[in-house]
């Protein structure tokens, strides 16, 4: 079965570290784009992070840069977000999502197909408060 | 960065009614966009990527359309499960930035 489980949401105070995981079962991580998504209680999605098949390509919102680190093992199928020095305005419920992305090589360059998020996982709350 | 708008934000519609929801972009992203629908306490489904294809387990009630900076979802034939909210992406680019979203009630 394929999914995404999250773990590690919890209770911080303003300036404290969360490491969120996710770990991907029924299929090879490696194959996929990785992404972190959040959203504030009562407000929409906001995509935070993400990286590519082997993680020398990452890319963060302006409001987490130099705060959040995105990562992936994929010899263990886990997928992680450092987040250091959490504001009140971090807080929201995580979650991690592939992103299937496809690659045709032609002579001259290289073309991108993107299939969107399709298996997300159940999402982790990360409340900051003093 | 690429912003993406979304209208309406809010709308009341009603069992069997046809819903269309616009989202516009800041600038060309090609058909680089996605939908989802989110119901309160659930992670979002995919609807539709590349503007207008669906994924396999998709009801063909849902359509998508559009290119460059202007896109449509429509959903023919509103049934009780898609009263929910609704959210474009832009997959052109990182920041992959979401729309506010349209909740679509009763």
């Known amino acids: 079965q394929v999914q995404l489980e999250v773990s590690g949401g919890g209770l911080v105070k303003p300036g404290g570290s969360l490491r969120l995981s996710c770990a991907a079962s029924?299929?090879?991580?490696?194959?996929?784009?990785m992404n972190w998504i959040r959203q504030a209680p009562g407000e929409g999605l906001e995509w935070v992070s993400g990286i590519n098949w082997n993680g020398d390509t990452t890319g963060y919102v302006d409001s987490v840069k130099g705060r959040f680190t995105i990562s992936r093992d994929n010899a263990k199928n886990s997928l992680y977000l450092q987040m250091n020095s959490l504001r009140v305005e971090d807080t929201a419920v995580y979650y991690c999502?592939?992103?299937?992305?496809?690659?045709?090589?032609?002579?001259?360059?290289?073309?991108?197909?993107?299939?969107?998020?399709?298996?997300w996982g159940q999402g982790t709350t990360v409340t900051v408060s003093s | 960065d690429i912003q993406l708008t979304q209208s309406p934000s809010f709308m009341s519609a009603s069992v069997g009614d046809i819903v269309t929801i616009t989202c516009r972009a800041s600038q060309d992203i090609s058909s680089y966009l996605a939908w989802y629908q989110q119901k309160p306490g659930k992670a979002p489904k995919l609807l539709i990527y590349n503007a207008a294809t669906l994924p396999s387990g998709v009801p063909p009630r849902f359509s998508g359309s559009g290119s460059a900076t202007e896109f449509t979802l429509t959903i023919t034939s509103l049934q009780p499960e898609d009263f929910a909210t609704y959210f474009c992406q832009q997959l052109n680019s990182y920041p992959r930035i979401f729309g506010p979203g349209t909740k679509v009630d009763i």
């Open positions: 029924g299929f090879d991580l490696g194959d996929y784009y």
């Open positions: 999502a592939r992103e299937e992305v496809r690659i045709q090589s032609l002579p001259q360059k290289r073309i991108y197909y993107y299939y969107g998020m399709d298996v």
